[in-house]
């Protein structure tokens, strides 16, 4: 769900929570960011309380429910500034029934990359094994510039072969046998180098919380960032090869 960000809209939007809440039959799990704090301490500036912080807190308290416990940091949001702004506008609300249906449940916060929040992850459960995927051409190897140079190298290797067509069907199968190793190999690295530099974020972002980053701790998480927003258009071309819309 999302809250409104306006203050004159944020007592209609809690009555209509309220509402939605009373209507329920069932147990319910709802997430996102419902844009007001409860605490002060959910603020890195002592500002105080948020005017609807109250009615907020008494919402919660009336339907009984609870907030699932947040690990990896205080906030989920910022404004981004050199000298930031940091606020927890991001929580996950459940009925205290769902505790008994899900008791493993458990949120994670993960580091800033792109959005000024940061995502929440909600575990009900240890996580599945992927199965694996066979073997295709990635368009994101187009963007890795060490591919096209591979594939002329290969391409340009001498083969004896009685045909033209023999020669280029034999060519491609090289191809084809060298890119699948070095495809597979390609997505270890990228998921290394993303969750290298995710630690490494969240390791900013905490020195954040706890005070302002000094200037060379500033310029390092902006490379961070950039060096991850590369990797992440190679992942988004890589799962787009997949989709099926």
Request: charged content about 30%.
């Amino acid at each position: 769900m999302y809250g409104v960000a306006q203050e004159e809209n944020k007592i209609n939007f809690l009555t209509e929570l309220s509402a939605f809440y009373n209507r329920s039959k069932e147990p319910l799990l709802i997430g996102g960011d419902f844009n007001i704090i409860r605490y002060a301490r959910e603020r890195n500036r002592l500002n105080g309380l948020e005017r609807h912080s109250d009615m907020f807190n008494t919402l919660i308290n009336s339907h009984e429910l609870r907030e699932i416990v947040m690990t990896g940091g205080l906030y989920t949001w910022s404004n981004n500034q050199e000298n930031p702004i940091l606020e927890k506008l991001d929580r996950i609300l459940a009925f205290k029934e769902c505790e008994d249906i899900f008791p493993n449940t458990i949120v994670r916060k993960l580091p800033r990359e792109i959005s000024d929040h940061n995502p929440l992850i909600l575990s009900s459960g240890p996580c599945k094994t992927m199965k694996h995927i066979q073997s295709i051409f990635e368009n994101s190897w187009l963007i890795n510039p060490d591919f096209l140079p591979t594939v002329r190298k290969i391409w340009e290797k001498p083969c004896r072969v009685a045909s033209a067509l023999d020669k280029i069907q034999q060519k491609l199968k090289m191809l084809k046998r060298y890119f699948k190793g070095w495809g597979f190999n390609l997505q270890g690295e990228l998921r290394k180098k993303r969750a290298n530099i995710s630690d490494e974020l969240i390791d900013l972002e905490a020195l954040e919380e706890s005070g302002n980053l000094s200037d060379d701790q500033w310029i390092r998480k902006m490379e961070l960032l950039r060096e991850n927003f590369s990797l992440l258009e190679q992942e988004e071309s890589y799962w787009h090869n997949r989709c099926r819309e």
